[in-house]
């Protein structure tokens, strides 16, 4: 069974910084495209960023892009979502997903994950 749990999340104050994990089980997450996605109140579903199979490029949303970074750890079986600048429009449930597996292009659609943990709360406060 395969299950995407993430941890990290919580309050924090604008400007500061949090790193959100997404530990995979029931499938080797380095063999797979890692997304993460957020969703706020009354919006829908958005991509956050990516990183493809082995790693070898990153994808951003323009919102993030240059305070948010990807990463994994495959010896731990984990992404991770490196979170700077935090803005109060950052504010959303944060998901990680897996697209693949030998998915070599980071897939911005959410149509395109198969896997999707239950989501962390972030909260950004002003």
């Known amino acids: 069974q395969v299950q995407l749990v993430e941890s990290g999340g919580g309050l924090v104050q604008a400007g500061g910084s949090l790193r959100l994990s997404c530990e995979a089980s029931?499938?080797?997450?380095?063999?797979?495209?890692m997304g993460w996605f957020r969703q706020a109140p009354g919006k829908e579903r958005e991509f956050v960023g990516g990183?493809?199979?082995?790693?070898?490029?990153?994808s951003y949303a323009d919102s993030v892009k240059g305070r948010f970074a990807i990463s994994r750890d495959n010896a731990k079986n984990t992404v991770y979502l490196q979170m700077n600048s935090l803005e109060p429009e950052d504010t959303a449930v944060y998901y990680c997903?897996?697209?693949?597996?030998?998915?070599?292009?980071?897939?911005?659609?959410?149509?395109?994950?198969?896997?999707w943990g239950q989501g962390t709360q972030v909260t950004v406060s002003s």
């Open positions: 990183i493809n199979l082995y790693s070898r490029s990153t």
């Open positions: 997903a897996a697209a693949g597996p030998y998915m070599y292009v980071v897939a911005l659609a959410s149509s395109n994950y198969e896997y």
């Open positions: 029931g499938l080797r997450l380095n063999s797979y495209c």
